[in-house]
């Protein structure tokens, strides 16, 4: 009978913080249940006023994540956690900045997936706007690149003004923000091409204020 009841005994939830989000950032923590693991970005012991704009930054992150669903490099979205978190798929990798630090040789073919990965989510009608940000790309040890954190990212419906007039815009920016990080650590991958629409996002770019 005390074997019975082992087995079928309820599997602990357990809750651990990867990294706290400050005063206005959502804390990441680790969560484990029956040998499963998610990550949860959370708004909840955050003041009201920062929890009222965690809850944009959710609704944000869940949508943009369900029209990813599926595409390789992009975290599954488990769900809502509560009303100002939300539990997804964590993502393996280093940053991409010390990732072409340490495989130099390997960065065109790294680059060339990225810029696919990029056109991927862009063909679903997503832009991320933050790829500026080093955190937000990671790149496995076999040269794959990740992308995390559609917390500011928009979503367009195909049939809206809005992709016809500021999604081209958009697009742009995850295009520049793809140049940057080709310029600072394989600027000999760069075609004349490329270098000359870096030059031009640089002067545009201090216009932007994802920066």
Not at 42 to 49: I, Q, R
Not at 74 to 102: K, N
Not at 151 to 175: H, K, Q, T, V, Y
Request: with cysteine.
């Amino acid at each position: 009978m005390a074997e019975t009841l082992e087995a079928t005994a309820p599997q602990p939830l357990t809750i651990e913080m990867i990294r706290p989000g400050g005063w206005a950032k959502p804390d990441i923590k680790s969560v484990a249940f029956a040998g499963d693991r998610a990550v949860l970005k959370d708004f909840s012991d955050k003041s009201w006023p920062v929890r009222l704009l965690g809850r944009r930054q959710v609704e944000r992150e869940i949508r943009a994540l369900r029209r990813l669903h599926g595409i390789p490099g992009i975290p599954r979205c488990y769900g809502e956690a509560g009303r100002v978190g939300v539990l997804m798929e964590p993502m393996e990798g280093e940053r991409i900045t010390r990732w072409c630090r340490d495989h130099r040789e390997q960065a065109g073919p790294m680059f060339r997936k990225l810029a696919d990965l990029v056109a991927q989510i862009h063909a679903r009608g997503v832009a991320h706007i933050d790829l500026r940000k080093r955190d937000n790309i990671l790149v496995t040890g076999d040269g794959s690149p990740g992308i995390i954190d559609f917390n500011a990212s928009f979503c367009f419906d195909p049939a809206g003004l809005g992709a016809r007039i500021l999604f081209p815009i958009m697009r742009r920016i995850d295009d520049g923000a793809l140049l940057k990080w080709k310029s600072l650590l394989a600027p000999e991958l760069l075609t004349e091409r490329e270098a000359a629409r870096h030059r031009r996002m640089s002067r545009l770019r201090r216009l932007w204020i994802f920066n």
